[in-house]
């Protein structure tokens, strides 16, 4: 019976980890990137080879912030959920434990309510499993439409300022090491889709 304790309590805190990691992860991305900003990318020549650092552009993007404070929303929601069950299969199990030791049980009695105790165990890793999928899901989308938007928005600029070839790195690192600061069209690609998702949210 303590064997079926300890692992509730493992998975459990597995499981809470694993769904704040998935959140938290992107929040340690910042880097000193964001302090290399070119003033205006219009003062670069047509054919120019340009890049921006994808960290700092995320931190910077509302649209992220607005997306990722929804799914911090959902992480908490799954976490209180999980740690909600989880007590009430603790409270239950402690309680057949407690009954088993005071010989209050038959055999038939005591077979039966562990036999139920261990398929709740394994119902509830199966859940813990769930959750981690759909959060672990969610991120990816997440991630997904904001990536697209900046690919369409990278698309939309680049017909106005016609570089050879624009360049990313995420600092870990890239498709760029090393840039002079006055190809970097971080802050003006920032400043673009801000104001983008700021004219959608006005609509």
């Given amino acids: 019976m303590k064997r079926i304790l300890l692992i509730a309590n493992c998975v459990l805190a597995a499981a809470v980890v694993a769904l704040?990691?998935?959140?938290?992860?992107?929040?340690?991305?910042?880097?000193?990137h964001s302090q290399i900003f070119t003033e205006t990318?219009?003062?670069?020549?047509?054919?120019?080879?340009?890049?921006?650092?994808?960290?700092?552009?995320?931190?910077?993007?509302e649209l992220f912030q607005a997306l990722r404070s929804d799914l911090e929303v959902k992480v908490k929601a799954a976490d209180d959920d999980l740690n909600k069950k989880g007590r009430a299969f603790?409270?239950?199990?402690?309680?057949?434990q407690d009954k088993v030791q005071k010989g209050l049980?038959?055999?038939?009695?005591?077979?039966?309510?562990?036999?139920?105790?261990?398929?709740?165990?394994?119902?509830l890793e199966q859940y813990v499993q769930q959750k981690q999928m759909e959060i672990a899901e969610e991120e990816q989308v997440m991630m997904n439409?904001?990536?697209?938007?900046i690919n369409l928005f990278i698309a939309a600029y680049n017909l106005e300022h016609n570089f050879s070839l624009i360049?990313?790195?995420?600092?870990?690192?890239?498709?760029?090491?090393?840039?002079?600061?006055s190809l970097n069209i971080t802050k003006d690609v920032?400043?673009?889709?801000?104001?983008?998702?700021?004219?959608?949210?006005?609509?």
């Fill in 20 to 32: 704040y990691v998935l959140y938290f992860t992107n929040q340690s991305n910042k880097t000193s």
């Fill in 145 to 149: 439409n904001v990536l697209n938007e």
């Fill in 167 to 181: 360049l990313t790195t995420n600092g870990n690192p890239g498709a760029v090491i090393s840039g002079n600061p």
């Fill in 90 to 96: 603790e409270r239950d199990a402690t309680d057949f």
């Fill in 41 to 61: 990318a219009s003062e670069l020549p047509s054919g120019s080879i340009v890049y921006f650092h994808l960290d700092s552009l995320l931190n910077g993007l």
């Fill in 105 to 123: 049980l038959t055999t038939i009695q005591r077979q039966t309510q562990q036999a139920q105790l261990e398929t709740r165990q394994r119902e």
């Fill in 190 to 203: 920032m400043t673009g889709l801000n104001a983008q998702y700021a004219s959608g949210k006005k609509r």
